[in-house]
């Protein structure tokens, strides 16, 4: 963990802040957030699922966050309140205020004169940013970033370093790029023609809301003719694909290496696990769950859960048992038979 | 969409260019092309499949391309052709002309004076470009790319921002590289000695050929101790690993998060699905396509498509049946004994 | 391959630097190393399997290496040892030296006055590096590579073009991080919230042992409150993703394309095939061999080799066995019918 001589808040300023209730000394003061497991003197913890109330006993946080059904399972000083797993994130975000470089365009950086950064934003050492490219008031631009020609960059945006935005993209307000995205590269489209692939171009842009995450060496692809859009509030992990012309619904989070192809519309408020993988031209409801490793290949109308995944086992039972899938259809050939025969000597 | 004062091409235009009959005025103008069912007042549109047919009676567009077959099918003015996918590829090309920057070297590029770059070719700011690397004529070199080492970009091939190219790699010509792939980075080559892995060194190469493209954020690893091969028309989406020593057939495609392990052939003429892996020391033939999803474990000797996912449900109703994965043996077992029954009883 | 005016050894100088035993002509020269299908009249190359023992009688190369047990399978002079392909390695590094940067900080790059680069370090052209970060002695930092605030990078330790540390982040000693690998990004964190989620702060750090390889455009996440750790001796090969709090143990090698969901702790010597997926939270034991494109679920206690992939097959096929899948519980209906139906004519 990095700063350490950081601010201290007692629990009352937090009441104050965040809402809640203090239940004991008000006036307890915490410095950092830590799990019930490793929290010391200094710091405030939380119980956001009762199946580790058993930790309270033992724990040397100072201070506990709890929901209100469990406001007496422990005699800490705490704060009760309805989330404690949201109100956890917002202390943990007071106490580790994140380091935003000062407003000004390093030297170092290449800005094109036909390029507008508000006064307000931050552009690092060998960004480089293109004509006619905008760039929002206290927007964040990471070293070795590129900006292409008309792309837009919301206000409170940050791209960390070697992040890449092609041309006439749009990235709405606080939203957050890591390292290693790409956003708006071409779409994969092309039309086979006698023997040879020839490229169709893409000409659409890809249009990102507000409030959204874009995790490390993630991709997402321009549109073919239309845009691609991720709405407000989506959360994006690391290694994502997401094709041209997909448009991915509001508050929707995907999990790391999940692949989505082509014109595939994704609901609100859908999670996707790891390294699923959706197909193209499919539309998912709002509020579906894709289990992790699980391959899409119809439309989904109904929220719920969905998974295709093979259960796992040690490598030799897998072989005896895998082995048996290519004869599945002959099994039901035999069990049907024996259903023949059975129903011919109960015939007699 | 970019770009909104483009040129207008008149039908007649288009058939001189790109063949085809035009059906109707022939002085018909338009400027861009659009799906049937969005396309505007000057706007060409194109049917590339038949169950689509119905939407020629409702569109906007102002022209469309038919093929032969779908000649009589609309009463607007038409181009028919034997593939209408392509010609309108072909036509979106020309009305949708790629931006290329000026020729000439960035001021802010690092470009070694032992490195030699074509006076057509264009190097993008803060590009790094070593001794000995050779960009040809009209190349386009983007901003923050890194070029090693005697390495060669072919002709009027394009790295788009923060693409890598290491030492000695050779790109063909007309290639486009999209940002964040990574081209020659070292094979995954090690042997175990003592408890501990000892690197192998990697001192193979990858040649890439002409026409090909490479995705966002793909890597393909450079040979062991002979080259990595992607043949002449390969197209590779974002994401894709391609391992050392593989060799990828012509005009194959391959679709985003595929991986392919090491000294893998791929044919020519295959098109692999998304997330599917290829497991290294295979040989595919030509023509094999692979659907999404698919872990191909065995060489294949034969065209046709292949497949090896499990069938997704509602979790529910997959947790009762992937249960009863680890039963077939017991299953089989099972209608053997009761075969064996049947035929006790029979021979009463 | 590369560098052709390469420096020649004698088998009797190599077995003085590697050890073994020189059979025939310790005199013999040698230039490089090769496979025993292509090797030329100045090259070694070795028998690592004797499934290939074959080739010994074809092969042009000059001499090789073989194990005890093949000592008299060829009449070429020969360097017998214990294990031949790290020894092949061990000569593969001798013969191909890696061409390592001059020491000193390129004009073109920007290190903040208040970081530390040792004075046999190298940094390359556009590399930024932050205030307080630590570059160690011999340390090269690729071209347009980014080290942020406080991060630290270990002696001999190399990062090819375009890769990321993020800030506070560890780096060990002779370390290899490849092109566009992302260390230290955010952990992928975050509670819902009345509709919205919120981001978690992530504070923790990546820490990275040494002697450890990071492929291309691998990320691995920082910590939520404590780190992600990185053992000694770990390879882990391209587009990987390990999530935040993750803890890989020592020589744990992982193949491309996996991805390790946060807060899962791997064992020591294990070895994760391609594209294969282990969710979070899990433990798993040392010397656990998870096959390619394996989803794990649960917890693994026991050293052995896992799998959990639906067998391929030709799409007809694989459609025929896969739709009675959905039936697999319907089909244990009937055999238990049967098995009842059975035992009552059996009664009567």
Known sequence: ????????????????????????????????????????????????????????????????????????ATVLPRIVCKNPYAYYARVAALVNPEIVPEPGIHPHSVVHRGAHVAPSAAVGAGAVIEEGARIGDGAVIGANC???????????????????????????????????????????????DEGRWLKIPQIGRVVVGDDVEV?????????????????????????????????????????????????????????????????????????VVISAGTLVSKSIARPGTYTSVFPMSRHDDWRRNASLIRHLHEMMDRIRKLEGEIKRIKGK
Chains 1, 2, 3 share one sequence.
């Open 1 to 72: 963990m990095t700063g350490d001589a950081r601010k201290s808040y007692s629990l009352g300023e937090l009441a104050e802040r965040f809402g809640g209730t203090v239940v004991g000394d008000a006036a307890t003061r915490i410095r950092q957030v830590a799990p019930l497991e490793t929290a010391g003197p200094e710091e405030l913890s939380f119980l956001a699922n009762r199946k580790y109330e058993k930790l309270l006993a033992s724990t040397h946080a100072r201070a506990v966050i709890l929901g209100e059904e469990a406001r007496e």
């Open 146 to 192: 590129f900006v292409g020609r008309d792309a837009r960059i919301g206000n409170g945006t940050r791209m960390y370093a070697n992040a890449t935005v092609y041309q006439g993209c749009v990235i709405g307000d606080r939203a957050l790029i890591h390292s290693g995205a790409v956003i708006g590269a071409d779409g994969f489209g092309m039309a086979m």
């Open 215 to 287: 995790g490390a060496n993630t991709a997402i692809d321009r549109g073919a003719l239309d845009d691609t859009v991720i709405e407000n509030g989506v959360k994006l992990d690391n290694q994502i694909q997401i094709g041209h012309n997909c448009h991915i619904g509001a508050h929707t989070a995907i999990a790391g290496c999940v692949g989505i192809a082509g014109s595939t519309r994704i609901g609100s408020y859908c999670q996707l696990g790891g390294s699923a993988m959706i197909l193209g031209h499919l539309t998912i409801a709002d509020h």
